[in-house]
């Protein structure tokens, strides 16, 4: 099973093409902040996402895959930001919450409806942290 919704897009530009146009001004303003934030990370589509950089990653199965450090969707009711990345045991998306603006965080995810409620400033620093620490918590 799949966690993330099936699209209909093989690559970036295809998955931008399929948003409507506010979707698309959103994830694309992501993808222009990630890009200067972070510019050592490659861009990638993976499970069906705009994704950048990939760092191995121990699946609940058990098999070591390519995962992306960052990467981004549109939900139903919002945008999805997934920030893999963690500081000192935490993750940084959680460190950071309190500064992102007016936007639900769980753990990697930040999520928000329009771009106005998110302070940019803050996501840039968010997303260059992460370059510098990629990956999930050790798992017990």
Not at 87 to 116: H, N, P, W
């Amino acid at each position: 099973m799949n966690m993330f919704k099936p699209v209909n897009a093989k690559n970036t530009a295809e998955y931008m093409a399929q948003l409507p146009e506010e979707r698309r001004h959103i994830l694309e303003a992501i993808d222009t902040l990630v890009r200067s934030a972070a510019p050592q990370l490659k861009p990638a589509f993976a499970y069906n996402m705009p994704g950048y950089g990939m760092f191995k990653y121990k699946n609940y199965k058990g098999e070591v895959i390519d995962w992306p450090v960052i990467s981004m969707a549109s939900q139903k009711q919002y945008v999805s930001v997934y920030v893999c990345a963690v500081m000192d045991g935490e993750y940084i998306a959680e460190q950071y919450k309190d500064r992102l603006g007016k936007v639900s965080v769980g753990k990697s995810c930040i999520r928000f409806k329009k771009l106005e409620d998110v302070d940019l400033d803050t996501l840039k620093e968010v997303f260059a942290l992460a370059a510098e620490h990629p990956g999930y918590p050790e798992r017990a």
